[in-house]
């Protein structure tokens, strides 16, 4: 099995940084497999999006809600993704829960546990 922990949650004053990590640990074996990895959010009352998305390729893809202001990439390593976020607005207030997904045919999605982040006025 694979396991995804996040860190780097945290309050920032709107127009602050901050920085996710996503490290994957477990069987090798599925790690290498993953073929994409990537940041859902949700907010209280609303239903989970997502936020970005990088493939094994480096093709990424954002919500147009956080183009420009977000950044993901991933290690070399491939286990680990990040997300940079810039100017920070209240409205991206939200448990932001990383994402992994191996598989062609079949699909095998996998989640962390989320991650705080809360953006003051």
């Known amino acids: 099995q694979v396991q995804l922990v996040e860190s780097g949650g945290g309050l920032v004053q709107a127009g602050g940084s901050l920085t996710l990590s996503c490290a994957a640990s477990?069987?090798?074996?599925?790690?290498?497999?993953?073929?994409?990895m990537g940041w859902y959010r949700q907010a209280p009352g609303k239903q989970r999006e997502l936020v970005a998305a990088?493939?094994?390729?480096?093709?990424?893809n954002y919500a147009d809600s956080v183009k420009v202001r977000f950044t993901i990439s991933r290690a070399n390593a491939k286990n680990t993704a990040f997300l940079q976020m810039n100017s920070l607005k209240p409205e991206d207030t939200a448990v932001y829960y990383c994402?992994?997904?191996?598989?062609?045919?079949?699909?095998?999605?996998?989640w962390g546990q989320g991650t705080q982040v809360t953006v003051s006025s």
């Open positions: 994402h992994a997904r191996r598989g062609t045919v079949v699909n095998y999605d996998y």
């Open positions: 477990g069987n090798i074996f599925i790690i290498n497999s993953i073929n994409a």
């Open positions: 990088i493939t094994s390729g480096d093709s990424t």
